[in-house]
């Protein structure tokens, strides 16, 4: 850097900010803190700033074993810029930690020959104005940011690998899982709902002829089939482990099955009605399940009902991948209840009636169909704010349920009363195509990252299988042909016989 700055006749940094950085990296503590004003921190931070760097300098006589120094800096120092007495005694109680490793655990801190000098420099930043020191690894973060815009505009974007920012990126629809690969036609009637494992192994579908079957996601060759249900499949889920699978039935019951024996576990009976939804917990020794009863149950995978919510027609409900709250679509309004109080914890409401949700793997975006706007919603669920719709697709009768799709969730894909499957990018919020095949309503899409295939499932009785089209694929892989002009090539023949005739 030095040798940058004196080539260039340019000052990265004022001496004063480098002599900061330094003595803080170096634990020098006297300058730092003699430093602060240059830093030029509002006054209304002052005391915020002193703390961190006080706390810093106790840690480390903690973990210096110089108890006697360090409690004088508790008492003398730390607590004159801290009036929060919660702090105050949780800082007093790592005194009392037997080891090093006991203190770091309890303070959630990695030690002087960590990063924890690093992230104070970092988190100090947020009180110090850029235009006096540029923040770490800026150049970093700016380069980031340029290939993130570069992923962003690339409509088909859908790869894990690198992408470079000496050219323009664009990833080619023959990438794309776009051609149907497989049609799946042994159910006997209309295809309600399909879901891929959480591993990719499998594919399961349900169906209104009152079977699941359970498919090898290597072949598409039937893996198991599913019978004891003694009406149509509404729902289906899979446990996190990909080991069991729930099913929701019109007959009013839930039932649960070990996918490599196909045999049923349990029968689950308390509903009064249509089962309309269920979900896992992560834990996999839960779930939970809604019906046109009204009834919402918490289970136990042993049968018993943990918790009841009652006086909602629920149509749909979801848990998100991190889990702890169980989020429900009744009409216009979503839900969302706290797995541990069981109370109502928020709740968002919506122009028209919903009729399913997914949770993105993140657990921060909610997508939902909506029937009357026939539109596609998606939701922050940190700031309950709509970020984005997507149009284009039919939805007015039944219910459609979409999805995420690409490696890095970036698209949303959905079925359509016209028995086409519609795919926007999610960013761009762009309409990228409209497949055609099935000659009923779509009504299920779910994608399988691990394969880059996704399945649809329709009311002509069929499960099609998308993926990329091998043939354009390889087409595009080959090098380019080139082509000699008529002239050149006669002008080789020629040398080439005149060589000949010297030999001879």
Known sequence: METLQRESGLVYEAPPISDFKNALMAGDWTVVESLLPVMQIPARFEKDVLFLVKRQKYLELLEQNNLRMALMVLRGEVSSVCADQEKLHKLSSLIMCGSVEDLMEQAQWDGINGKSRLLLLMELQNYISTSIMIPERRLETLIEQALDLQRMNCLYHNQNGDVSLFADHTCSRAQFPC?????????????????????????????????????????????QTLTGHSGPLACLSWSLNSRVILTGSNDKTLRTWDVESGKCLRTFASHLDFVSSCAWLPDGQHFVSSSVDKNIFLWSVKGQILHKWTGLRVSDLVIPPLGGVMITIADRRIRMYSLTTKEEVGSIIEQDSITSAVVSQDSKALLLNLSGSQEIHLWDLETKRLVKKFAGHKQGLFVIRSCFGGFKQNFVLSGSEDSSVYIWNRDLQELVEVLKGHTGCVNSISWNARHNIFASASDDHTIRIWGVDQQQQQQQQQPPQFHQHPHQQEE??????????DDA
């Not at 080789?492 to 000949?500: F, H, R, S, T, V």
């Open 179 to 223: 051609k149907t690969r497989h049609v799946l036609d042994q159910h006997k009637d209309e295809v309600w709902f399909v879901a891929f494992s959480p591993d990719g192994r499998f594919l399961a579908s349900a169906s209104k002829d009152g079977t699941g079957i359970v498919w090898d996601a290597s072949d598409f060759g039937t893996f």
């Open 492 to 501: 080789e023949e020629a040398e080439a016989e005149a060589m000949a005739a």
